[in-house]
């Protein structure tokens, strides 16, 4: 079968030098703690003896790949299928260890096959961080230095490339499926990986120390309402409350920081939508996961590598206010977008949805008149506010706590103005209270006493909020 992969060429194909063993130390004075303690020398041994053959078995890999990678036919190989792909690669294994006299154990063997089938066909050493559902986001920092993040906590793998070749190999694979390029004269780029993952890169020059690459995995398993108040994100009250803002077509904007999970926030907000309203979505990568029937998706696009082609998130909310949408989410606001999306919130869009990056309520208002400015739209400073605060209705603050936790930090209504300041008001807090010896945080989600001020607006559409919500209280949830 590899024939009919196999390049076509008329140059012979090298085989990789031998590789020599390294003699064995002489034991010197270790010698007789050895014989004292017998049970160390034991183990150092079996420990020596593993890491040479992890060594080697490294060294064998790498010459397994480099031999794929020059004589496959990877133009070819799209048209195999994986049994055959894997049964090509099993045979080529095969040959090349018992040519150079090593005995793998199945499960050696089988990662082998594996990891071999990645390279030609995967993302290479990416493949098995992929595939963990325990992690979260991955951050390349070069070709030997990869993290990734689990519950919240970044920690460095195990995991590496070969060289900067190969994950410049690896990065082009990736950006190639889509359109995009990456070198030095375009040296960072989006894109979006099979599965809905999030992926950008940037390279050297400007990437000093190697190619800088982060993946923020797509997740298929959505986060209910339920979900996130039995882990802690926040408290049952708050979800009563949650559901009334949505179902009363309240415009919400949810604030936080990179990682925070806004996201995961808005998609289960969504849920609380009548499956009868048509839903339009915006997003630079797709990752919103509506459950309604009617929803149309849409994804902006950066220029080409002719520099043309490009559809930003403004052009699609213009396109979408053209389509009888009942609400319009946009995943993320960040620029002159902000304009038409609160132009959208103020003409009969109501119940529409973004997120913001921000620390707090107030600087997400303060985040809105800075992207109003950027845009370059000059307003008097009282009229750009008037026009924040006729728009927004809540908004909804989540943060990633140092215990890397996520927890939605506080429920804040826009009421409306006082002279020339916008006027808030926190209906729930989370309250910390302080920290476990395993520097876990303690704390615990609190309303603040007053009354919401949208209570008859919650009344008229049958949403009749019991006081008893707005009480302080105390306890974890």
Known sequence: MFSRYKKQTTEPVSAPAATRETPANSPGPAKAMRKVLPKT???????????????????????????????????????????????????????????????????????????????????????????DDTVSDILVNGPHRIFVERSGRLELSDVTFKDERHLMRIIDKIVSAVGRRVDESNPYVDARLQDGSRFNAMVPPIAVDGSLVSIRKFKTDKLSIDDLVN????????????????????????????????????????????????????????ELQLQQTHVGRMESRPPNVEGKGAVSPRDCLKNALRMRPDRIIVGETRGEEVIDMLQAMNTGHDGSMTTIHANSARDGVSRLENMIAMAGIEMPLKAMRSQVSSAVHLIVQVSRLQDGSRRMTSITEVTGMEGEVISMQEIFRYQRVGLTPENKIIGHFTASGVRSNFSERFKMWGYDLPPSIYEPFNGNH
């Open 41 to 131: 020398s034991a183990v150092s041994v079996t420990a020596d003896k593993d890491k040479k053959r992890k060594e080697r078995l490294s060294e064998i890999k790498l010459e397994l790949h480099r031999a794929l990678l020059d004589n496959l036919n990877l133009a070819a190989l799209d048209q195999a299928t994986e049994a055959e792909l894997k049964e090509e690669i099993s045979a080529i294994t095969t040959e090349s260890l018992h040519e150079k006299g090593m005995v793998l154990n199945r499960e050696e063997r089988t990662a082998l096959n594996q990891e071999l089938y990645d390279e030609v066909k995967g993302l290479g050493p990416l493949e098995t961080l992929l595939k």
């Open 231 to 286: 882990f802690g994100a926040f408290s049952e009250e708050m979800a009563v409350y949650l559901q009334a803002a949505v179902a009363t077509r309240l415009n919400i904007i949810v604030s936080g920081g990179t990682g925070s999970g806004k996201t995961t926030t808005l998609n289960a907000l969504s849920s609380f939508i009548d499956d009868r309203e048509r839903i339009l979505t915006i997003e630079d990568t797709a």
